[in-house]
């Protein structure tokens, strides 16, 4: 067996029993004014990116769980989810900016 085709054997088991890859990479990007997706569902130790593409400064905040920090134009702000639940957010800057993470 070439190595390609054992390495979708393995990929094929893992999805027939239901275990996941690994932990995922998801991306917010901050736009118009808000968060895209306005709601995101994660699994526990997935990475979170929230990516400014604003030309004004934004946050991404779920106190006391997190803060991104201010992120100016084109910077980003990375967290991992930790525990499970459904965490609202909010730009501290722009409080009408909403969002929340579910994690599961």
Known sequence: MTWWGFGALVFVA??????????GRHEVEIR????H???LE?????T??????DIVPHTATAKPAWDTGTLTQGRHGTIISRQPGELRYV??????????????
């Open 14 to 23: 893992a999805v027939l029993s239901g275990a996941r890859p690994g932990p």
């Open 32 to 35: 118009g004014m808000a968060f």
């Open 37 to 39: 997706p306005a709601v």
């Open 42 to 46: 994660v699994a526990p130790g997935d």
């Open 48 to 53: 979170v990116v929230w990516v400014n593409r």
């Open 91 to 104: 730009c501290t800057l722009h409080p009408t900016m909403q969002g929340t993470l579910v994690t599961r």
